[in-house]
């Protein structure tokens, strides 16, 4: 089955500014399963992973009550001109100590930057290796911080995903930085009353580019499993599917790089 399709606009998001406000008072990350009991599972070759009891079912459901309360703002039925549709609720605000928190109270850093096990479970990876696969030197997460909810009827149309630079607020001296792949953490799931608003990626049929995939990817809801996705030049073609049934919850962030000075884009 293709991309189911909602509109006829060009496939492709950027990211809004976020809101000029004081960040919300973030309940913590308890209960956590230890780092040492995560792990990134290859779902697409150097493409997507998922880490799967990223967050415990109980911390997502205390979460999910927590952002209830959060003022969401409803995207607008028609998209700017060159965006892709989407239909759904959303928070977002710039906060570098919760960036900071998801990175390493999580154990997402220890994965992304190596530990004991390489990705997959495999062989350890070199420095050089992982600088290849994150897209640079892994440096944290970005601050700006998007709630997403989904009720019935909501989706995100088919769209990429694009790399934003940046300046993280790191010490002892502010580092350049630009984004190479999304981070999703999904709250909700089918045990939880979601239905659909599966992440769906498809072949690409752009011109001169090769896909990375030959038929349809689909990453089902898992509650509390965390989904990274290359972004920008090397962006898959991709969909977050109409939730059938209850409310899909997302918290959204992306992987930031050290960006030479020189360095301005890809």
Not at 75 to 93: C, H, I, S, Y
Request: charged fraction near 25%; hydrophobic fraction near 30%; include cysteine.
């Amino acid at each position: 089955m293709g991309p189911k399709k909602h509109s006829a606009v060009k496939p492709k998001t950027t990211a809004a500014p976020a809101r000029e406000q004081p960040p919300p008072d973030w309940p913590p990350f308890k209960p956590l399963l230890q780092a040492s009991d995560l792990s990134l599972s290859t779902v697409v070759e150097s493409q997507i992973f998922v880490v799967k009891n990223f967050w415990t079912g109980t911390l997502c459901k205390n979460y999910v009550s927590f952002l209830k309360g959060l003022p969401l703002t409803t995207t607008p039925g028609k998209p700017k001109r060159g965006d892709a549709l989407r239909v759904n609720d959303r928070f977002q605000v710039m906060d570098e100590g919760f960036a900071n928190r998801l990175w390493v109270e999580t154990g997402l850093r220890e994965l992304v930057c190596g530990g004991d096990e390489d990705v997959g479970g495999e062989d350890v990876m070199s420095p050089e290796e992982r600088k290849e696969l994150w897209g640079g030197e892994p440096l944290g997460l970005n601050p700006s911080i998007r709630i997403y909810r989904y009720t019935k009827g909501q989706y995100f149309d088919c769209h990429y995903d694009e790399s934003n630079v940046l300046t993280l607020n790191t010490k002892p001296t502010p580092m350049p930085a630009k984004t190479t792949w999304t981070f999703l953490l999904y709250l909700t799931s089918p045990a939880t009353g979601c239905q659909g608003g599966e992440t769906a990626f498809y072949p690409d049929d752009l011109p001169g580019r090769k896909s990375a995939i030959e038929k349809e990817i689909v990453v089902g809801l898992e509650t509390g499993m965390a989904l990274l996705h290359k972004h920008g030049n090397d962006c898959m073609l991709h969909e977050g599917r109409e939730v059938t049934d209850g409310e899909k919850w997302v918290i959204r962030t992306d992987l930031c790089v050290k960006r030479e000075k020189s360095r301005f884009a890809d």
